[in-house]
């Protein structure tokens, strides 16, 4: 894993109809910089089944690079705006993003993830996100390093 760059750059989340900024964490270097590494990454988000109020990120085939990873920060309980990431072993590789009243977890159970970034502008328009994906289906998203200009 490469140092953190000091600052932390924001990252910029976009779909469709939203655009969210975030902030990563220091408390889970290991995953920021993992993280950071994917970048820019896209993927169709979809509705959690298991956890609630919440959006799921399913990594496929970079499972690998998440493997060795150590919980970070780690919760089962994230808070609306909070972005988490389960390195795998239970139930597969994802991340989760909390709209609302959200228990991570899976058909296994109730799971914990590190907490490494948090959407800081932006969060008011999070749930409608959160609803549009529920009751529409998979949307895209793209998580990159925010521009200067923002």
Do not use: D
Request: aromatic share 10%; with cysteine.
């Amino acid at each position: 894993m490469c140092p953190l760059p000091s600052p932390l750059p924001p990252i910029l989340i976009t779909t469709p109809s939203h655009a969210f900024l975030a902030t990563l964490s220091p408390l889970a270097p290991l995953t920021v910089s993992t993280f950071l590494s994917l970048l820019p990454y896209t993927q169709k988000v979809i509705h959690v089944r298991w956890s609630g109020e919440g959006l799921w990120i399913p990594l496929g085939t970079r499972n690998a690079l998440f493997a060795s990873l150590p919980y970070e920060n780690n919760t089962a309980y994230p808070a609306p705006g909070e972005v988490l990431l389960y390195p795998g072993g239970a139930s597969e590789t994802e991340f989760i993003v909390a709209y609302g009243s959200c228990q991570f977890a899976s058909k296994m159970g109730v799971l914990a993830g590190n907490h490494f970034l948090t959407i800081t502008e932006g969060l008011e328009e999070l749930r409608m996100l959160g609803e549009s994906v529920l009751w529409e289906g998979a949307k895209e998203v793209r998580f990159e390093v925010a521009s200067e200009e923002m």
